[in-house]
């Protein structure tokens, strides 16, 4: 029985009657619904034979013996944001699971197949993303962090984790995981308008962006509306809107994809009558290149200070968070680009602003690649994500091809 | 028994321990605390022989008879914001009660003096700012409204005006206490920097500004802040951003005081992950001339539309509310312009940019000036509000001779 691209869209069908509703796809990580999803997809492996194992931080592993135990893995996540899309995540396990099931009736593999549905990739209860790969790959280091986090009403992530069988103590175990993993693939809905506006189905990962995020606070003075004279002003807005501007020419000037987002701006006293004290500015800035990323971030920086000078204010900088670029394996895009080439002609190697699971397991050091497939007006996290199913069905055999090249690259 | 200075800002000192506390001034309209201030005027009027009569507003008036029934006003609030200043409102009522004072001290005077506390001039309670002068010039057309106010502990507006006396249907019979009413005199700290600026202690106001106050809505689109390339951005924030820098270019171009703010900026999602969708940002306008206002507004719907089209983003304006511009009476202009040279050798003439009482009774057409006394740093409405005690006493002599030259002209 050969590959059917058809049955991948028509599970993810299903799949959306199981677990969703009329305001999108209710999958989030440590609930009922997701324990649902989760139990609909063992049924779905089941008859391929792969054997099913939950780890230490709640990932679940398919494993398909092969005549070596070197693993080539796939992965997805089946969990969703509240209110998701039909395609985030899913779609990576259910074309891992057709593939699965290709291989599976070629006969015994040359590498050990795996298909993983990562636990928690969306952090959408606890506000903690990549929770099951991060574990895995051994770069979660907040545990003492964790363990204070609760959700919306109050429930501790350890209790949650609980109620589903994961001890976060032992959470770090899953890294035997990767310990024979020579390769990791992933395909996902692009997010992003790239592949559309270019017109073509399919692309191939170069690496994850680095991230820089600050929280910017400008300071100046609270002054009248109506008896301060223009000149007379220190308006903490200002900067911000000058930084929200500046943003820009620096991207342009770095540059090879650079990005760099202003999301918001909190005033206060954030009333008409009177000029702005303090504004405080969220800032990310995304690179694949870790030096253009410093760049983005000094240049933002001086810009700030320039600003702040100009408008007799004060401005500081408070980082949120950061993560370097990651870059995929230079073998494995070349194998992902001729896959792509096979199933559409034409491939295109582009960066991914969001992270994803992919990120963390090459930062194990397991060779990684990830494909794209163009999501309709770059919609994702919401209910009005959408990719046509004719792309769908590509992306299946795509991931089929790169999974087949891969097994006869490392055999 | 002549004016004594000094006396009043002993009086100042002397209400703000009765009624404030280390946050500072708590006179509140409609509280326990107002009437305790109110029953500590009546009791510093009482030598003064002037019969006192609280209108169906609240406004408390004290009435020294004269020779004639045409009667000069000078005016003041008792009232205060919340942990507000020593000096904004009180002043003029305690300067008010030092003319009395001398008035009285001189035997009848030509024309019938009036002091009157207006009720409610701050609105902190429940956002409605000159209550009783508005109700009293006949301008308060918002009673429905009135209606369904409540204060934060939902308390209703009619209820509270009820344990002070005060039945909301009736207020507006305050109108009759304008009908006599051939002048009115208001002394009031700056609340701004011009005259500290200046190094002058006192100046003649023209009259209040003309105010556009306006919510302006940008809608762009969100879109992930890792994936979306900068040129496919459609951001809300931007159009914002360069309408808070460009009003400053269009305040200067109409100039003569022209000020212009934007308060605040709302945006949605607000979050560091996604391009701003909605923002939705304060603007708040102000000329002494109705012309030279409806430019600054016409300016910033011309520079709002050029923003939209270049951001690919769209933009709505909705009026808050507006005001015309109130002119002072000319003839009382240069009545205030010689006391002040009286007293100080210079005297400056400026706008007011806050809105007064003064402006009410202005508008219901009883020839109006006020007099501002410097403020320190332009501070008000905070317990940090100050002014030098030499300026407050050449404040009351100020006025005094002011009143003493209106008597002298319309007598």
Redesign the interface.
């Known amino acids: 029985m050969g590959l059917e691209p058809k049955r991948t869209v028509a599970e993810l069908a299903e799949l959306r009657e199981l677990t969703g509703d009329e305001n999108g796809a209710q999958r989030v990580a440590w609930t009922d619904t997701w324990e649902t999803a989760r139990e609909w997809l063992r049924g779905k492996v089941a008859a391929t034979g792969a054997v099913e194992e939950i780890d230490e931080a709640g990932n679940q592993w398919f494993t398909l013996a092969g005549d070596s135990d070197k693993a080539l893995l796939i992965g997805g996540h089946i969990d969703s944001v509240p209110n998701g899309g039909w395609l985030d995540g899913c779609l990576n396990v259910m074309a891992g699971v057709e593939v699965l099931r290709r291989i599976a009736a070629d006969g015994k593999p040359p590498l050990t197949v795996r298909l993983v549905n990562w636990a928690d990739e969306e952090g959408a209860r606890f506000g903690r993303s990549l929770f099951g790969s991060s574990a895995a790959a051994g770069s979660m280091r907040d545990q003492d962090e964790l363990r204070q986090r609760r959700d919306a009403n109050g429930i501790a992530l350890p209790d949650a984790l609980r109620e589903h069988g994961v001890d976060l103590d032992r959470a770090l175990d899953a890294q035997k995981q990767l310990e024979s993993a020579v390769a990791y693939l992933e395909l996902h809905i ?5 592949l559309e ?1 270019m017109d073509l189905p399919l692309g191939v990962v170069l690496g994850t ?1 680095g ?1 820089e ?1 600050h929280q910017i606070t400008w300071k100046g003075q609270a ?8 000149d ?1 002003r220190r308006d903490a ?2 900067g ?3 930084l ?2 500046e943003i ?1 020419p620096i ?2 000037e770095v540059g090879e ?11 206060k ?8 004290e303090t504004a405080e500015q ?3 800035q ?1 690179h694949l290149n870790a030096g253009s990323l410093a760049r983005l971030l000094s240049l933002a920086k001086e810009a700030s200070e320039r600003f702040a000078a100009e408008e007799d204010i004060e401005v500081s900088w408070e980082r ?1 968070w950061s993560i370097e670029p990651i870059l995929f394996d230079a073998a494995l895009i070349e194998l992902a680009d001729q896959s792509i080439r096979d199933v559409s002609g034409t491939a295109h190697r582009l960066p ?4 994803h699971d992919a990120a963390e397991v090459a930062r194990a050091g397991v060779p990684t690649v990830m494909l794209f497939v163009q999501s309709l007006r ?1 919609l ?1 996290h919401t209910k009005l994500e959408d990719t046509r199913k004719e792309h769908l069905e590509m992306s299946v055999e795509a991931l089929d091809r790169l999974t087949a090249k891969t097994l006869e690259e490392l055999a």
Not at 190 to 194: D, F, S
Not at 224 to 229: K, R
Not at 269 to 276: A, C, E, F, Q, W
Not at 352 to 355: A, E, Q, T
């Open positions: 692009e997010q992003g308008p790239v506006s962006f991230v995020r002054a009248h509306a109506g008896s301060t004279p223009m007379k807005l200002a911000a809107a000058k929200a501007l820009r991207a342009a994809g650079a990005v760099c987002t202003s999301g918001g701006v909190v005033c006293p954030g009333i008409v009558t009177s000029v702005v969220l800032l990310d995304r949120i991914s602003g969001p992270l770059g994702s």
